[in-house]
């Protein structure tokens, strides 16, 4: 029954893939094989290596939690993030950025972008011994052959769950350093997963989707997520030579700096469990313990409402109420999850108000960590009885911009970190800016060499003063006794003379996932890639950033 079935299901699936008529198998005189692009079809059979997400979803999607949450697989995955990487607009205008500040650098730029972004059709190109493209499988909405639709089909399926375990945690395995097995044929391939699979199971999964389910718990290890989301870029100089390298996102070096290296893994925050024994497959499925949802929870609310807002243009395949409800998942992940504000001390003296507020990170890594267009940042106002603003200090604009921030207002300038803040003008900005050799802020990642500030809230358990300089604390933050593993103390001081009291304080602690400059810097370039981002962000800047946590406080003067 089972080798029967195989053949009726795994052959379509495998000729579609492929794009190839199903007619040409049925061939009564045997004539030559049919042609692939140039290949023979048992070649091409042999380079198949992925599968895209919508074959995994006939069994792994109409999902439901004991609570009747729904949780299908694929539903989920293809409003997250991971399955829109490659048709993310931030990133075309930031990859063509990159290649216009390094023209003669293209075809590496391109071929290391596309190793995590487009993994199944780098991976692909590798295999043939090809360097692969970006802009040549795009746009996402006329993907037609087999390696457009693998490369816009982003972080899938059968990627994650091909990758093995060899070199986790190696420093080889992190840039998209993960290891596929790109020598076995479709039909051989295995695929892992975290449970034991009994053999009638195994064979309808191989039967229908052509891989070999094997178990392996090396899928629920940090180091999985490690291969993609620890990233150096290399410093490029005018010829295009290499002259540095920055860490440009680090992630799993700060949680493993931190506390919750022993504790808890990525996993568990972005792959939350399901509460009670649930099936995991909606054909045959077996109940199961500890199944890990995959919404890939992660920060990036606002592009996940841009490419809903311009899905059409952007090939995106997830449903409207499925972006939706991504959306709204991710905020409230980031309002749950990620970090809590209090004012913890207070008093008048004469005429001035002193206000200490704490910030405290709940997440595993810094706030916000990766990569370096994100930002946190307290707005901090003192209102009199009568509602009129006595002091502000970090409001957001409908731009995106911030009120008062000196990178806002002037590329070449930023921020400083604060102990205390005396005047409307300053902010506290948690985030990491970039600077080139010659010490110039920067937010090219080729073109940038170091960090010039880091005071990004460090996770609990991190000691600053022996962190690695891949994950160190840099500007004023680093001298700042009160900047500290878990949190931040900052000290508010305003003049209250002549203000009718009880005073109100409110502070909020806000957070934008592409900050207005790394976004406006985009708009010097004349690209197709980057006026269109410039346009979808100033089209929707005012929904750019969400308040994360907030507090208030009456104060008698």
Known sequence: MYKNLMIIISLPILTMALGIS???????????????????????????LFSTGD?????????????GEDISFGSNWRASMMANSARDPYWHAAVRREVMDHPESQAAIENE????????????????????RVFANLPANQAISQQNILAVDGVS?????????????????????FIIDTEKPMGQREIYGPYTVDQGRSRIMHSSSGFMQVESKHLIESEMCATCHTLYTHTLGPEGEVIGELPEQVPYLEWKHSSFVDDQSCQSCHMPEVEGSTAISSVWGQPRENVSKHSFRGGNFFMQSMLNRYRDELGVQALPQEMDAAINRTINHLQTK???????????AGDELVVDVDVENLAGHKLPTAYPSRRTWIHFTVTDQNENVVFESGAVQPNGSIAGNDNDRDASSYEQHYSEITDEDQVQIYEAILADPEGEVTTGLLTAITYIKDNRILPKGFD???????????????????????GDRIRYRVNVQDSGGPLQVTAELYYQPIAYRWAQNLDTYEAAETNRFVGYYNSMSEFSSVVLTSTKMSINN
């Open 157 to 177: 399926c059968t990627t994650c769950h091909q990758i093995q375990p060899d070199n986790f945690g190696e420093r080889e395995s992190f840039v998209g350093g």
């Open 464 to 486: 600053k003063t022996t962190a690695d300089e891949d994950i160190a604390t840099y500007g004023s933050a680093d001298q700042d006794d009160n900047f500290i593993g878990g």
């Open 338 to 348: 990620s970090a809590y504000i209090s004012i913890s001390n207070t008093g008048v």
């Open 113 to 132: 972008c596309s190793t995590c972004h487009m993994p199944m059709a780098h991976t692909q190109a590798q295999a043939m011994g090809e360097m692969s």
């Open 22 to 48: 199903i007619n040409n198998f049925r061939t009564e005189n045997p004539e030559p094989g049919p042609q692939i692009h140039g290949m023979e079809l048992a070649t091409a059979q042999q380079m198949l």
């Open 55 to 67: 074959n995994c979803m006939n069994c792994h999607n109409n999902l439901v939690s004991p609570s």
